[in-house]
Structure formats: structure tokens, C-alpha cells
């Protein structure tokens, strides 16, 4: 997914109990080391009309940085990367079914995957809400 943050509305307000990247992804940590990732609102904006998302098999190993979702747009392909390593231990079928829940409800059932965590020491490398919010706000 590309990192450029681009100047976005009050799409911006990140949900205080999310972690993110720079990319547009959220990590919501779970029970133990289970998190769900999925994509931000506006990293969802950013990506105009989505048709598709390609996801893992579950028991799939991810490496920090591995392409770990595939979304499908009107006019490309956009990689989206795994913000931590773990294991894949769910998909989100609900998306593959009726993809508008990415932009419909980006931080509930718009979610992507979840992960058990193959070093919960990567979390601390991720952004809080303040520290998302102020790359998506205009200058």
C-alpha cells in the first residue's frame, strides 16, 4: 500500500484503541497475543472503489512486511503489508462476500485478518491514534 499520506476530512479520527502504520493499517490488539489488522478509513478513501481482497490461508506465516492482503481496485492491484509477524488464525470471509464493509465499517467488520504474534515487541513499533492522526491532518 503506498505510504504517502495524503491531506484527509474528519475521515482522520482514529479509534483510540488501535495501533497504526504509516501505510493505513490498524492493529487491534486481543486476547494474549491475537491481534486483528485491517485497513483505516482512510486508507479505504485512498483507495477509490474497491472490488476485491485476496486474503491468506489461515495457518499462514507472515513476516513484518510480507504482502499479507491483496485489495483489488477499479484500475490496480494495491499490496497491503503485514504490520507484525505471526500466524494467520483468521480470515475475515465477510469482506470476500461483501467487500463495501471495508469502507462501510473499516474498524469493525471490515476487518482483514488476525494474527497471533510471533513477537508482541513489534506493537511498540506501530503509531497510537495521536501519532496517526497528526500524519493524516493538512498541514
Do not use: C, F, K
Amino acid at each position: 500500500m503506498p505510504s504517502d499520506v495524503q491531506e484527509v476530512s474528519a475521515m482522520a479520527d482514529a479509534p483510540e484503541d488501535l495501533q497504526y502504520t504509516t501505510d493505513h493499517v490498524w492493529v487491534r490488539p486481543g486476547n494474549g497475543d491475537d491481534v486483528r489488522v485491517g485497513l483505516t478509513a482512510v486508507g479505504v478513501e485512498d483507495l477509490g472503489e474497491v472490488l476485491g481482497v485476496t486474503l491468506p490461508e489461515v495457518g499462514d506465516e507472515l513476516a513484518r512486511g510480507d504482502v499479507a492482503v491483496e485489495v483489488d481496485t477499479d484500475d490496480e492491484t494495491v499490496d497491503v503489508d503485514a504490520p507484525v509477524s505471526g500466524q494467520v488464525v483468521a480470515v475475515n470471509q465477510v469482506i470476500v462476500d461483501a467487500v463495501s464493509a471495508l469502507a462501510s465499517d473499516p474498524y469493525g467488520d471490515g476487518w482483514l485478518i488476525a494474527l497471533e504474534l510471533d513477537d508482541p515487541s513489534e506493537l511498540d513499533d506501530l503509531l497510537d491514534a495521536d501519532g496517526y492522526e497528526s500524519l493524516t491532518e493538512s498541514p
